[in-house]
């Protein structure tokens, strides 16, 4: 066994930061067991259900925006507990609601925790991960979300076969549907317990001026290494006598932009452009214009996010072996494989079905294989990787900053993607729809091909240096 660093303990505290991931997940999937439910008890239209579902990602937006920038000015522990009771406020705040407006309020809280969590764990995990198992460990970030998302499938199904529906009385004289959202509060204890214990991120307390502290936490994580060096190794990556800003962002030489940030952002907004959260948002809508019955589309659901679950698993043994952008080219070409498929056997399916389709049994399986072939690419490249990359990628002055806008554009992304599904389903059809998703998998492909750097096995210091140098010679290439 390795005893360059302490194994244990490294997993223990990225284990906790993770958790923040799993409340991502599990507040992502609980909605889909109550929206009927909801639309029932609040007497809302179709129109104000819609904004009820979204409007989480709304907050995310906020949330990752403002958590980055917080946690390079207030240290990452602080923000993540924040978070954790945020989790908390809006699950009791969601179970207890009388009407949208109320309602909304605390989805928007959660949305703002599920946005931090998004950032705050990756980046939490890559600054106490040693760089030869950095991959592996920020990859729980994306497993405890599909666990999470799995769980809350499997909650809401749960309480809703003891009481018969959501809509049915429980326990207490409460409805169903607020005990799926009270279910969250268990797992966003935990979290908030484990996040006492931990210490704060290293790099942020050198970043304070806070080398003493600094130099102990790295000491439980890397009992082998000479601190003194390694403080001063973190100290040359940041530019001392300058607070953390958002508009740090900007290059103080150029005014530009950072040519990493244009990466990130890339990074960010393609994961959702090819479609992921269409496939787990409205998975019944494809699974019943494959043929299926309703019951048998909550068992797709199931499936499918088992097989997230297996092939994240795949991304944790192959991330730090193979390395992060190879992981990116074969899932962008997977993706955008799968996708084409699904969109063929749409386009040529003759209408007439209970959604506007027939698919005859060979085009029905065909699509259920392609769709969970197309889920199990990303869950083994973009859905962990993307993550890890904006945790790591970035320099040790402008991560936090980085990060904020990186990640409000990955929930923007997701909102938009949200949203547009239905209007393009109804004024396009299923084949084009994803034929459209099947495109941005082309260009995510090239995008890496052409701009993303590998990672694997460089300190964060290693990377905040490469990433200072490739930024340098991008910008003399434009002056040039």
Known sequence: MDKSYNVSR?????TAAALGGFLFGFDSGVINGTVDAIQLAFGSDSAGTGFNVASVLLGAMVGAFFAGNLADKFGRKPIMISTALAFIVSAWGSGISGGSIEFVIYRLIGGMAMGAASILAPAYISEIAPSKVRGRLATLQQLMIVIGLFMAFMSNYWLAGLSGGATEVLWGGFQTWRWMFWAEIIPASVFFVSLLAIPESPRYLVAAGKVEEAGKVLK????KINIREKVADIESTLQQGIKPK???IYDSYSGKVHPLIWVGLGLAILQQ???????????ATLWKSAGFTEGDALLQNVISGSVNIFFTFVAIMLIDKVGRKPLLLVGSLGQAVMLGVMAYVFSIAPSGGPDGLSLNPTQGMIALLA????????AFSWGPVMWVMLGEMFPNHYRGAALAVCGMAQWGANFVITISFPVLLSNLGLGISYGIYAFFGVVAYF???????????????DISRGGAQKGQALEKNVVD
């Open 10 to 14: 490294v997993i223990l505290l990225s």
């Open 220 to 223: 439980g994580i890397l009992p």
């Open 246 to 248: 958002l508009k740090n």
């Open 273 to 283: 452009f090819t479609g992921i959260n269409v496939i787990f948002y409205y998975g």
């Open 371 to 378: 769709a969970n072939t197309y889920i199990a690419f990303f």
């Open 447 to 461: 995008f890496v091909k052409k701009f993303v750097d590998e990672t694997k096995g460089l300190s964060l210091e």
